[in-house]
């Protein structure tokens, strides 16, 4: 029997094997219909290329296993929108925030500081060799 396409979406990418469902979020936004939801499932096949096994870090921690996850869209009617889909459309979010200078500033910041403690006393001397813009 030819699988639906909801269960064809729940098969792994990379081994097309069934992956476990983690959650359920519904989606609420302008333009999606109600009822919508985003499914996260996770892939537990230990063949799967993506896989990657426990390690041991240091002595008695362990990393966990490493496990592909991907995303379903559900419509209200049960269906699947096809892949890529989505990337078509206006985008929610902003191309360049206003706080876009704030980590080169607060690099900046913390460079100084280290220099700082390394030389003391020597800040504006360093302030002037790193070529400093931030404020102080």
Request: proline residues 10%; aromatic residues 8%.
């Amino acid at each position: 029997m030819a699988e639906t396409l909801y269960e064809e979406s729940h098969r792994c990418p990379f081994c097309n094997e069934p992956g476990k469902l983690l959650n359920k979020i519904p989606i609420r936004r302008v333009g999606v219909p109600r009822g919508t939801v985003v499914e996260t499932l996770e892939c537990y096949s230990e063949r799967c290329p993506q896989y990657m096994p426990p390690v041991l870090v240091g002595t008695s921690t362990t990393q966990p296993a490493i496990r592909n996850r991907w995303q379903v869209q559900v419509n209200p009617d049960g269906s699947i929108p096809p892949k890529g889909s989505g990337a078509t459309g206006p985008k929610a979010f902003e191309s360049t925030p206003e706080w876009k200078d704030v980590a080169p500033v607060a690099r900046d910041q913390l460079r100084l500081a280290a220099t700082r403690d390394e030389r003391r006393g020597e800040a504006y001397e360093i302030k002037r060799d790193l070529d400093y813009r931030g404020g102080y």
